[in-house]
T-cell receptor
Framework: KQEVTQIPAALSVPEGENLVLNCSFTDSAIYNLQWFRQDPGKGLTSLLLIQSSQREQTSGRLNASLDKSSGRSTLYIAASQPGDSATYLC???????????FGAGTRLTVKP | DVKVTQSSRYLVKRTGEKVFLECVQDMDHENMFWYRQDPGLGLRLIYFSYDVKMKEKGDIPEGYSVSREKKERFSLILESASTNQTSMYLC??????????????FGPGTRLTVL
């Protein structure tokens, strides 16, 4: 059964810093991997979706990479801003069983 | 833009009440999902539906049922609410692809408290 891990659980950085959030998965037979942002008490907002055939996806200051062989995905945030403060979750969809597993999330705080 | 709406942002019910949570999506997605999110346990799938009147159990279906009479609407039903069903409930939808689910889009969530 797929397990998805996000480390660290919480991260605090000063404004302007570039940062990397990590996502690890145990079963490399994934169909896609999706990154989400969640603000307190709110739903999930889709940030980036990487298909298994892709290595990375970019949207504005965000760049997500995927390395299936090592079971890892990273979300790179450039020039962080206080408005980036939120919890970031990754989710991996495994082939053949439509099993989508979520990580527990990394709570990011960007200090002005 | 894809829009997924949920009928209530906050809901307070009594133990034993029957509770209906409604979700509507406007993108003609085939798949719809109900999750619950609890601190320390993350998101867990309750049920999903891949077509009208079709449903599949997720990880934690006990105590819940679902209904999908129309493609755009997916309802979660708590037959007899209990305090351990106090949680944040999240609905999502996606297109279906050849291999499975495509990008999932989430609603704003319903915070349910059962007293």
């Amino acid at each position: 059964k797929q397990e998805v891990t996000q480390i660290p659980a919480a991260l605090s950085v000063p404004e302007g810093e570039n940062l990397v959030l990590n996502c690890s998965f145990t079963d490399s037979a994934i169909y896609n991997l999706q990154w989400f942002r969640q603000d307190p008490g709110k739903g999930l907002t889709s940030l980036l979706l990487i298909q298994s055939s892709q290595r990375e996806q970019t949207s504005g200051r965000l760049n997500a990479s995927l390395d299936k062989s090592s079971g890892r995905s990273t979300l790179y945030i450039a020039a962080s801003q206080p408005g980036d403060s939120a919890t970031y979750l990754c989710a991996a969809l495994t082939y053949n069983n439509n099993d989508m597993r979520f990580g527990a999330g990394t709570r990011l705080t960007v200090k002005p | 833009d894809v829009k997924v709406t949920q009928s209530s942002r906050y809901l307070v019910k009594r133990t034993g009440e029957k509770v209906f949570l409604e979700c509507v999506q406007d993108m003609d997605h085939e798949n719809m999902f109900w999750y619950r999110q609890d601190p320390g346990l993350g998101l867990r799938l309750i049920y999903f539906s891949y077509d009208v009147k079709m449903k599949e159990k997720g990880d934690i279906p006990e105590g819940y049922s679902v209904s999908r009479e129309k493609k755009e609407r997916f309802s979660l039903i708590l037959e007899s609410a209990s305090t351990n069903q106090t949680s944040m409930y999240l609905c999502a939808s996606s297109w279906v692809t050849g291999q499975g689910f495509d990008e999932q889009f989430f609603g704003p969530g319903t915070r349910l408290t059962v007293l």
